[in-house]
């Protein structure tokens, strides 16, 4: 099956600083990739998601960019604000039965 | 559309009890998802379903049962509640056709 790493684990910026997160796949069949921003005791929710047809998307202060060849995503943030302090997940999805394969997410601190 | 509800939020459970976690989606859709969340980790599936009487495995079946006879409802069954299943479950759906996840508010499980 399909095998998501994810690094950093944690990551601390200072407000107004970029972080970057960055997830690797093993299942080339993988075509859809989203990120979750989960706060703490909440539920995942999206925050943006690529597809393997499109090499970067972006979103206001949010982007990603995927590389289908060397099977890396990564997820930007610019100017983080404090509020941007939560817990980010990777995910892979190869479609059959829209199964997703998380990575084991990484939690930033974003200091004022 | 109250979207995803989860029912219970919380529950103690002592070894060797069964329960069932409660999936309601109200938004027509016919993907629905199981997922575990240990502490510091990324969501593990453990069952979906595609539509009403059917259901598939997802990497963590072991030790849980599911049942889907309406497209609203995918509930959860523990037997034999072991400390192993101590975790947060989140249930999760999607409309056929779209990658998106929505996700429910989550069940904390604690088995002593």
């Known amino acids: 099956g399909e095998n998501v790493e994810q690094h950093p684990s944690t990551l601390s910026v200072q407000e107004g600083d970029s972080a970057v997160i960055k997830c690797t796949y093993s299942d080339s069949a993988s075509n859809y990739f989203p990120w979750y921003k989960q706060e703490l005791g909440k539920r995942p929710q999206l925050i943006i998601d690529i597809r393997s047809n499109v090499g970067e998307k972006k979103d206001q202060r949010i982007a990603v960019t995927l590389n289908k060849t060397a099977k890396h995503f990564s997820l930007h943030i610019t100017e983080t604000q404090p509020e941007d302090s939560a817990v980010y997940f990777c995910?892979?999805?190869?479609?059959?039965?829209?199964?997703?394969?998380f990575g084991t997410g990484t939690s930033l601190t974003v200091i004022p | 559309n109250a979207g995803v509800t989860q029912t219970p939020k919380f529950r103690i459970l002592k070894i060797g009890q069964s329960m069932t976690l409660q999936c309601t989606q109200d938004?027509?859709?016919?993907?629905m998802y199981w997922y575990r969340q240990d502490p510091g980790m990324g969501l593990k599936l453990i069952y979906y379903?595609?539509?009403?009487?059917?259901?598939d495995k997802g990497e963590v079946p072991n030790g849980y049962n599911v049942s889907r006879s309406t497209t609203e409802d995918f509930p959860l069954r523990l037997e034999l509640a072991a400390p192993s299943q101590t975790s947060v479950y989140f249930c999760?759906?999607?409309?056929?056709?779209?990658?998106?996840?929505?996700f429910g508010p989550g069940t904390r499980l604690t088995v002593l």
């Open positions: 379903s595609v539509g009403a009487g059917i259901t």
């Open positions: 999760a759906s999607s409309p056929v056709g779209a990658d998106t996840q929505y």
């Open positions: 995910a892979a999805s190869n479609r059959v039965g829209n199964q997703f394969y």
């Open positions: 938004m027509n859709h016919n993907y």
